[in-house]
């Protein structure tokens, strides 16, 4: 007898590994360490975790500064909220002993894309802290459209991770400041071809056509064997807005995963605009107003901006995104959002900023604003500030300031959405009707023991379960008619 | 860590189907597999992010376990959730190469000359042909073939950086300070070769121009390296203001003994510095002109036509470019033409020169005007009638003294109302001959 078939998610999420990015800076905020300083630091560090259990997670200095520290996590499956619970808790434990470590050399560590604090000496390079985010991606045809996924949303993505408006004791003019000075960023061009083992060619065509000497500084860089590394991203304080990061990410990559095994193709958005949006969305973050491509040539036009031919704001265009089907019959990222079984709260960090944002209100959206309230707000005394509070962020992982200060602000609207999105996330797996099954994510729901706490609906219907514990596997047989046209009118 | 009851415990996997002889896009078909290969799963040991192969009848698939929830090895019992099924997508675009061969495989590149004729155009892995340095995909069929200038047809394995012509790998040179842009022997040799005359003297200046005297053997130039500095020289086919054909210091010596063949086949060959002199290659009283002034000996149309056929026959044997044979085919016309209509034009100018020295001169206008010669015909641009250039023959005394003056007259009163006269029939200018 085969052991039996549970719960099949049809197009589901891949396994993700995080190089947690941290900034050193001196307790007294005016120094930066030395090489070796970061070298004890990072020692340290390294046997805090071989004693807390956590050896898996490593702890290495960057080599292109001497302030800056990866943590880098194992690849773990982020597929349900007691895998990403479990994760995140070790994460924020291996932050807290980087932090120990940091302190116990005079030092403390926080995220954030640029030093706040200090400008560098000239000819000196200036440290810049990013959060890659990889995504485990096994097949070339996926790697393709994920790729042109992030790609096409580069801008929207940039909107919500910038995090360095502030640099050497002073507000710049842009919110993500990192992107702005970073050498090695490159928008991603336009792959319709991808093979991994033509790598070198497409070397040599980045080469010639983009003047581009290393594949590897792309925005999203796919060199790597099975991954794909989402660079853009600013260091975050916040493992709250990590962890909602995190989700949008894998979303995308559940959609472009889908979009690849159904065959599909996406229109293309030409370079020069994505070029154009992702200026303005390093500038402005949420609140840049992106402008459309006017030469994107579409079978069927959507209700996202770049079909409708208008300018958008960063936030809305976001929330766009996630409701839209990249080709006719394909999900949306709403939908691999579903995959994930994603849970209001997950997401909220910047869900509820770019919500209220579309209601016109005047809210915080991501970090980098954080920070220019901050700068705003506390007048000389925002380095203390700051300082604190990015300890605070450590040392209290549930916490996230921009949902507290826009809950604590919008309280009544924040309810509201709450429960708009509580049920927009809702896996509708209780539906009784046929036709709404057919709304629903392709998975098939094995009703799993009481005492199983990954499934947040305990009772699962009767109509969509395959088998269960309780039937004998040759009763399958019996069934198949009945499954296999419930799986019709699902599309599997 | 959530726990699963002993009495049905469960471990979560991503499944891998993609290597399967059998196609899974049904529950049915993932129902059928699981019967028929999960069994070799019973007993097998596992942990988190273990992953594990597997053989079965139906090919190979493989698993990696996202969460074993405390199990150490697989039994009836275990529950397998799977959380992603990794399997090969729907095949909307399936390589024509495979289909051929009845098979289908999804094609991910495309082979843009089958686009363009509208033919199916998609291709797979194994039936895509690439040139090194691009990122094109071709079928078979339409793999550029090399551009080398022998005429052979090999498939090309490069496009050359500098020119963008394709080549097969005995073309193939690195750009010494970088490996990835691949040049031709040709560009190679024009962008990174010395003068050969100056390394002679023992400087090192870059041979920019090559010395384009023919071989005679298809488009076979002489082809030595020389500064334009020092060691080049021209032949000024365009007029003063224009680069002319670069030859070595040894070929622009020996010019004048060069045979017709070689001259015209420079002229026909040589690149117009701009538009509008491009029609000046096919003008043949000034390729006439250009070869008599080179050799000081004027050509005959009898020759001209005898060497432009045999230029025809050296293009026959070699794959020339198609403007060569264009202009070839042109100039031999309009020389076909200029035999027959000349000797007629010619007789009427002849007629009226000698009408119009028959009421002016004392002595039979036949004697003294033997004959008349278009040297030179002129198409302005946009003009419809040319003009010409005539030279007109003169007869000699019974004392063996030329008639010259008496044609031209005092003060050269004749001449100008001859050619005033002859401005109508399109004369531009008379020239008297011995």
């Not at chain 2, 020119?163 to 022997?185: A, E, G, I, M, V």
């Not at chain 2, 298809?218 to 500064?227: A, F, N, Q, T, Y």
């Not at chain 2, 119009?356 to 002129?378: A, D, M, Q």
Request: hydrophobic share 35%; aromatic share 8%.
């Amino acid at each position: 007898m085969p052991p039996k078939l549970g719960e099949i998610i049809e197009n589901g999420p891949s396994r993700h590994r995080l190089r947690k990015g941290l900034l050193l800076v001196s307790r007294d905020i005016k120094r930066e360490p030395s090489q070796d300083e970061q070298t004890r630091i990072v020692t340290h560090a390294t046997k805090m975790l071989t004693g807390s259990g956590l050896s898996n997670y490593k702890v290495e200095p960057d080599t292109s500064h001497s302030s800056l520290l990866n943590i880098i996590t194992p690849f773990v499956s982020v597929h349900t909220p007691v895998h990403r619970d479990i994760f995140f808790k070790q994460l924020s434990k291996v932050m807290h002993i980087v932090l120990n470590s940091a302190e116990a050399n005079g030092f403390f560590s926080m995220g954030m894309g640029i030093n706040p604090f200090i400008i560098p000496q000239e000819g000196q390079p200036t440290a810049l802290c990013a959060d890659i985010h990889e995504i485990e991606v096994l097949n070339d045809l996926e790697i393709n459209r994920i790729y042109n996924l992030f790609r096409q949303y580069l801008p929207e993505l940039i909107a919500i991770s910038a995090h360095s408006a502030l640099y050497g004791g002073r507000l710049q003019k842009d919110l993500s400041t990192r992107m702005r000075i970073n050498p090695s960023s490159f928008t991603p061009p336009s792959l319709t071809l991808f093979s991994s083992k033509q790598l070198d060619r497409l070397k040599r065509d980045a080469r010639k056509n983009y003047g581009l000497g290393d594949l590897a500084q792309l925005d999203v860089n796919l060199t790597k064997p099975d991954i794909l590394a989402l660079r853009f991203v600013d260091a975050q304080a916040s493992l709250r807005f990590i962890r909602s990061q995190l989700l949008l990410f894998q979303a995308i990559a559940i959609h472009g995963r889908s979009l690849a095994r159904q065959g599909s193709q996406m229109p293309i958005l030409h370079n020069r605009v994505i070029k154009e949006n992702k200026a303005l969305a390093i500038e402005s973050g949420p609140g840049a107003v992106f402008k459309p491509d006017s030469k994107r040539q579409v079978k069927k036009a959507t209700a996202w901006y770049q079909d409708r031919k208008v300018a958008e704001r960063a936030s809305n265009a976001l929330l766009e995104v996630l409701h839209l089907h990249t080709v006719g019959d394909s999900g949306t990222i709403l939908h691999g959002l579903r995959m994930l079984k994603t849970d209001y709260a997950e997401i909220s960090p910047w869900l509820l900023g770019a919500e209220l944002r579309k209601r016109g209100e005047a809210c915080l959206v991501n970090y980098g604003e954080y920070q220019k309230r901050l700068f705003y707000i506390a007048r000389n005394a925002w380095p203390t500030q700051l300082q604190n509070d990015m300890q605070r962020l450590v040392k209290e992982p549930d916490t996230d300031f921009l949902y507290d200060y826009n809950k604590e602000k919008f309280s009544e609207l924040s309810t509201q959405i709450a429960t708009e999105w509580a049920e927009k996330l809702k896996f509708r797996r209780n539906t009784k009707k046929a036709s709404a099954t057919a709304q629903t994510p392709k998975t098939v729901q094995t009703p799993k023991p009481e005492n199983n706490n990954l499934s947040k609906n305990k009772s699962a219907p009767s109509s969509q379960s395959t088998h269960t514990p309780e039937r004998d596997n040759n009763n399958i047989s019996e069934n198949k008619s009945a499954i296999s046209n419930l799986f019709k009118k699902m599309g599997f | 860590m959530t726990t699963q009851s002993s009495q049905y415990p469960y471990i979560e996997v991503t499944l891998n189907l993609r290597n399967l002889n059998v196609k899974v896009d049904n529950l049915q078909g993932l129902l059928k597999i699981w019967q028929a290969l999960a069994r070799d799963l019973i007993g097998k040991p596992i942990t988190t992010g273990q992953r594990l192969e597997l053989t079965g009848s139906k090919g190979k698939w493989s698993l990696i376990v996202l969460d074993t929830h405390g199990i150490a090895s697989i039994d009836e019992k275990t529950y397998i959730n799977v959380v992603d099924i990794e399997r090969n997508p729907q095949i909307r675009h399936a390589c024509k190469e495979c289909k051929k061969q009845n098979k289908t495989m999804f094609g991910p590149f495309f082979c843009p000359e089958c686009r363009r004729l509208e033919q199916p155009d998609r291709l797979c892995e194994i039936h895509t042909q690439f040139l090194e340095n691009k990122y094109t995909a071709y079928c078979p069929e339409h793999l550029p073939r090399c551009q080398n200038s022998k005429g052979s047809d090999d498939p090309a394995t490069f496009e050359c950086d500098y020119c963008h012509k394709t080549f097969s790998d005995k073309w193939k040179h690195h750009h010494p300070n970088d490996q990835f842009t691949l040049l031709c022997r040709n560009c190679y040799s024009f962008l990174f070769e010395l003068c050969e005359d100056c390394q002679h003297e023992g400087h090192k200046r870059l041979g920019k121009s090559r010395c384009a005297f023919p071989t005679g053997v298809g488009d076979e130039k002489h082809g030595k390296r020389i500064c334009t500095l020092r060691h080049a020289r021209q032949w000024q086919i365009w007029g003063p203001h224009w680069r002319g054909i670069i030859l070595c210091e040894q070929h622009y010596q020996q010019l004048s003994q060069a045979s017709s063949a070689d001259l015209l086949w420079m002229l026909i060959t040589a690149k117009p510095p701009t538009q509008f002199l491009r029609s000046k290659i096919t003008d043949v009283y000034r390729l006439r002109n250009l070869i008599g002034y080179v050799r000081q000996k004027e050509l005959s149309w009898e020759e001209m036509e005898r060497v432009l056929r045999g230029l025809a026959e050296r293009i026959e044997q070699y794959k020339a470019p198609k403007y060569v044979k264009e202009h070839i085919r042109q100039i031999t016309k309009k020389v076909g033409e200029v035999q027959t209509n000349l000797p007629i034009i010619e007789a009427e100018l002849l007629d009226r020169i000698r009408d119009f020295y028959r009421s002016r001169l004392r002595e039979n206008p036949v004697t003294v005007v033997l004959g008349v010669t278009i040297k030179k015909v002129f198409w302005g641009r946009g003009n419809k009638t040319p003009s010409y250039k005539i030279a007109v023959h003169v007869g000699r005394d019974s004392r063996g003294k030329s008639m010259k003056g008496l044609l031209i007259g005092k003060k050269g009163t004749l001449v100008n109302q001859l050619e005033n006269h002859l401005k109508l029939h399109a004369v531009e200018r008379i020239d008297f001959e011995e």
